[in-house]
């Protein structure tokens, strides 16, 4: 009995003792580069959502659950914007620490200002998000609430390594502030600029930046373009000579296209997150990304 | 970063002081200056109050904004409470009846995690009697799911609808078909498999792929053909092993066992082997424009009789559904079934479905099926259902 609890013993140091990252399932990309950015070679992150794809609709396809089973923290972007995929993970995951509370739960989103806010909620008006619009992370301030939502996660869990994460935390920070300057800069002749979006998930970008989305190609959120909705786009289009539709990777594009033929106005798909194409590896190629195409058709 | 409430506080309270202290001026100062004062005070409280609301409208422009209020109606205690009804119209070639138009079933559903350890979800439902017409409330499902369990178990107890393959955990309103397969309600009924007892499942330490092992011991008080519970302590007892591949990022494989065994109607034992196949392409990208799955059910019966009689039986089911547009699915369906009593009276029947979802919350269906069963004169039935969800409306099984 003694040789088994000895052996017990080694055991249960060896697995302690191990100086193992800690585990991360983030919802999107974003928030896994974030993460990555503010755990550096302390942990080791996985995504669910791809940067591509719609973050609205993804299936909690039960392959998903391993990863999240093993996690010891979980990131989510919140509000409503996972909530048709990622509570069943959660459910079906049967690992306590990152449940809706734990220590090991991050909601990106607390203490966000959001925009968007409905003072009530009717599905008439479409797909609205009863919290207020979720996809903040497109304005790059942001990202330094989302940052450090992330590093308190990882100090509830990893204490130990707090000032590291805290370092970590203020070079994202500075790094945020000097782009910032850099993108304003390069946005700065364009401020004003009037364009038309495909579905209402830029606001954040647009007020940062100075656009002014004057219309959707979606007559309400989610809603498929209909035909009168395009004969309103093409009107504006021409009364207001705007230049540009911008669209992401996950909408077809033959509304637009319809747009486009009939008014020579450019389409542009940008990236929504981290990911969307090859080149955007970081949170910080997302907007280097989107503000050189966007200024390449405003010129 | 800088958030501007502390700035707003501290305005307030300057403004605040200014005014107090305006006020012990006013207290102390002659009855001719009075009017003055007052006045010149007022205008200095104005145009204090008018640099306030500049700076502090400066200062939202270059700053993240403050948080927001929340509405009331978006945080409660409240569970989830979500209304799903579908209003039904139908045809059949038989009888002297042949049309018919009603609201099928409303069900409501509440949906909460009750506290850190377990989530309890309830669906009561109010059904229209096929054969009365009449509708009655019942419980659908009532149960309550651990969440902390150790070693990847999971705990489930109360009613539910039981872990046989694919079609029986799901809620009719989500099958992309109205009526459901001939040899799925020979074994199961319209209700299906749904009882009161307790479930555990433990998902399984393989990284390679998703495989979950299901046991469920329940009393038996649905009302199923095949399984009955007399009066006697003889319990249904069910085991599933599902297996689920990620193919690609665009393709799913799924492979699922089922056996089932337990008291039925004659005082003896049905055994049942079910075994479920299902196939699933969705491009990540444009998963919202294009989809295709291939799902198929084998079902196998062995069932006791009184004395020393025994029959077993077959049945399958496959269907393909191809999402042709955003808003448009089309789903064919082949049956195969066997009488579970008489495997000599055979279905063979083929459907087709045409499903238009106008958003996640309304979908409007359109049936038509031919029966053909070996014994008995070929029948046509045709559907149109059209399904609504008020309120809220959790996920749906990949």
Known sequence: ?299 | MQIPIPKKIISVVLLMTIMSVNNRTVAQTAEKAKDSLLAKQAQDSIALLKMIEQQMQAGQTNQPQAVPQQTRSAISANPDIGVVADFRGSYISQGKRNFNAYLNETEISFQSVVDPYIRADFFASFSRDAATGKYGAGIEEGYLTSLSLPAKLQLKVGKFRQAVGKINPTHPHALPFIDLPNAYVNYFGEEGLNDEGASISWLVPNKAFYQELVFQVTSGAGESPSFFRGDNNKMIYLAHLKNFFTLSDNATLEFGLTGITGPNDSSSVTNMATADITYKWKPVQMNTYRSLTWQTEFFYSNAKYSGKNESNSTGLYSFLEYQVAQRWFLTGRYDYAQKPYDRSIVENAYSLTAGWLATEFQKIEFEGKMTHVNKEPDYNQFWLRWIFVIGAHGAHQY
Do not use: C
């Open chain 1, 1 to 299: 009995m003694k040789k088994i609890l000895s052996i017990l013993a080694i055991l249960l140091v060896t697995v302690t003792g191990t100086n193992a990252a800690i585990r991360i399932v983030t919802t999107t990309m974003d928030m896994r580069s974030i993460a990555e950015m503010i755990g550096g070679n302390k942990v080791s992150v996985s995504n669910i959502a791809t940067g591509y794809q719609n973050p609205h609709f993804v299936d909690p396809k039960p392959s998903y659950i391993i990863a999240i089973s093993n996690a010891d923290l979980f990131v989510t972007v919140g509000l409503d914007l996972e909530t048709g995929w990622s509570p069943q993970l959660l459910a079906s995951s049967r690992n306590p620490k990152i449940q809706k509370g734990s220590p090991g739960y991050v909601d990106a989103s607390e203490g966000m200002g959001l925009l968007q806010v409905p003072s009530a909620v009717n599905r008439g008006e479409g797909d609205i998000h009863i919290y207020g619009n979720p996809h903040y992370w497109l304005d790059p301030l942001n990202g330094k609430v989302i940052a450090r939502n992330i590093a308190n996660g990882m100090e509830r869990i990893d204490p130990a390594n707090k000032a590291y994460y805290e370092a970590n935390l203020a070079a994202f920070n500075v790094k945020i502030d000097m782009k910032l300057k850099e993108w304003e800069a390069k946005m700065a002749p364009y401020r004003g600029s009037k364009i038309i979006a495909y579905h209402n998930e830029w606001v954040y970008f647009e007020k940062r930046f100075g656009l002014q989305i004057v219309d959707f190609m979606e007559p309400k959120p989610g809603i498929p373009p209909s035909p009168s909705q395009l004969v309103k786009v093409i009107n504006e289009v021409t009364a207001n000579k705007i230049k540009v539709i911008i669209s992401s990777p996950y909408f077809t594009t033959s509304s637009s296209d319809v747009v486009a033929k009939q008014t020579g106005v450019k389409e542009l798909t940008m990236a929504t997150s981290t990911g969307a194409f090859p080149s955007i590896k970081t949170y910080f190629d997302l907007f280097d990304y989107d503000i050189d195409q966007l200024v390449s058709v405003l010129k």
